[in-house]
């Protein structure tokens, strides 16, 4: 199976990973998204696993580690054995300093047991009492001491992000990657410098809501009436409103036509899209709260798109902001 190295890192990745806030069971995050058993949880991850996806991507914010147990006790249920997937988490910085990076780094262990943490991520680019460079020095310390892999960040902006990378650099360590939201309808990395500094300096990022929670499916699109059944505030956060899909028609028109060219859904358009478009630089991160989502995000990994398909895509979406 094809995979896609991360950042200059020794770790690779399937060129699509499964998200996991959906497994945060109760907690803030839980009023936007249902609460999965833990039953339904190991079948979402087998599927990914059948499907070809490899790596998975947590934190400690998910639920107080809930949503780390039970990817781990899923992939046990799935028979995986450490080693033979990436395990991602993050650290919350809200209201801590550096030094607790260090003093809960045993805490996600024991959240992910047996597995070990590929990627330690830091969670937000604010809220700590720390700098990014003292957040960095505590992170190569853990790789130092063993205790991850590599170092990434997530939500940094392109000065943050470079910063991460230089002080990483003193002590011998790659800038993994930068978690950020990337798809169709949200490309701000290629205006902001972003994407040129992450070619530049070898950092990957990983993109959450890669199918912009839904939009880029089709599912509202094809029946509106679906829009109501979304929860206030994540129909706000999505920015799900009847001008946002009449604007986005004439893509999601496109998506369907080369969807059934390629006999795919058009949720399966978008993840491609990312991997073709931006040339393994980006990984897309997709969610699932069933197996069916798991299911067709995997199929994904399945679907080559032809330059002209790619760039009809492109000159479509690039002006779109839902």
Known sequence: MTTIQLGRTDLRLSPIGLGTAQFAGKGWISALTQTIPQEHVTEIIKTALGGGITWFDSSEGYGGGNA???VAAGLVAAGIAPGEVVVATKWMPIGRTAANIE?????????????PIDLHQIHLNRGSFSSVRAQMRAMARLVEAGKIRAVGVSNFTTAQMEAAHDELAKHGIPLASNEVQVNML??????NGMLAAAERL????LAYSAQAQGILTGKYHADRTLVANVHPLRRKIMGLNGKSLDRTQPLIDAMTEIAVSHRATVGQIALAWLVDFYRGTVIPIAGASKPHHASDSAGALNVQLTAEETHRLDELSKHLRH
């Open 68 to 70: 780390e147990r039970a």
């Open 103 to 115: 003093r809960t780094i045993n805490t996600r262990l024991e959240a992910l047991d047996p597995f």
């Open 186 to 191: 949200h490309r701000n990395i290629e205006s």
């Open 202 to 205: 070898g950092v990957s990022l």
